[in-house]
């Protein structure tokens, strides 16, 4: 069974980066027919993608959030990070990753069938 | 910025059938996905495609689209289906995701 772990400080300062790593356990981060992908969810909000990468390093981002975000894989733990800079509070989420598919014909689909738990990032100082 | 509008609530009683849309423009073009999340959980997929469902995901709950409109169709409602439930999508170069606000599904 499929595992996703997110990990990472729960409480950054505002201006700094946060920085989150997603464990996967009981399958291969390399494999060809899935995306990585980092989604957040403000206290009482709603959800908002951030970003995901393929095992390769290739990457799509929230446009609203591109300039801040860097995502990126190590095959060889099985992880993907996150790094958003300059946080600010509306920074302050529960952030998850979770997996979603690739069609090497037809490109994303984003149905993110398997989840971490999500962890709560505050941005506070 | 693409986005996807869905109505902030549905209140249904027990047993009836709950009906929950999400409008977009590049919906004609890109798949739809339904999620339902539970207080302090994480999101469950329970359609992808618009109308498939995932295995687990009790019969109940299935999936249409018509143009720019998709609807997650709840029959037989249970107080158990108590929940927000979110549609996702992309936009029209399907490398951009985006999720509609939720929808706060309230069974009587």
């Known amino acids: 069974q499929l595992q996703l772990q997110e990990s990472g400080p729960g409480l950054v300062k505002p201006s700094e980066t946060l920085s989150l790593t997603c464990t996967v356990s009981?399958?291969?981060?390399?494999?060809?027919?899935?995306?990585w992908g980092w989604i957040r969810q403000p206290p009482g909000k709603g959800l908002e993608w951030i970003g995901s990468?393929?095992?390769?390093?290739?990457?799509y981002y929230n446009p609203s959030l591109k300039s801040r975000v860097t995502i990126s894989v190590d095959t060889s733990k099985n992880q993907f990070s996150l790094k958003l800079s300059s946080v600010t509070a509306a920074d302050t989420a529960v952030y998850y990753c979770?997996?979603?598919?690739?069609?090497?014909?037809?490109?994303?689909?984003?149905?993110?069938?398997?989840w971490g738990q999500g962890t709560l990032v505050t941005v506070s100082s | 910025s693409y986005e996807l509008t869905q109505p902030p609530s549905v209140s249904v009683s027990p047993g009836q059938t709950a009906r929950i849309t999400c409008s977009g423009d590049?919906?004609?073009?890109?798949?739809a996905y339904w999620y339902q999340q539970k207080p302090g959980q994480a999101p469950v997929l329970v359609i992808y495609?618009?109308?498939e469902r995932p295995s687990g995901i009790p019969e109940r709950f299935s999936g249409s689209s018509s143009g720019t409109t998709v609807t997650l169709t709840i029959s037989g409602v249970q107080a158990e289906d108590e929940a927000d439930y979110y549609c996702?999508?992309?936009?029209?170069?399907?490398?951009?995701?985006?999720f509609g606000g939720g929808t706060k599904l309230t069974v009587l």
């Open positions: 979770a997996r979603h598919g690739y069609d090497i014909l037809t490109g994303l689909t984003w149905d993110f069938d398997y």
């Open positions: 009981g399958g291969s981060i390399s494999s060809s027919s899935y995306y």
């Open positions: 990468i393929y095992y390769s390093g290739s990457t």
């Open positions: 590049a919906l004609p073009k890109q798949y």
């Open positions: 495609k618009d109308s």
């Open positions: 996702q999508s992309a936009d029209s170069s399907g490398t951009y995701g985006v």
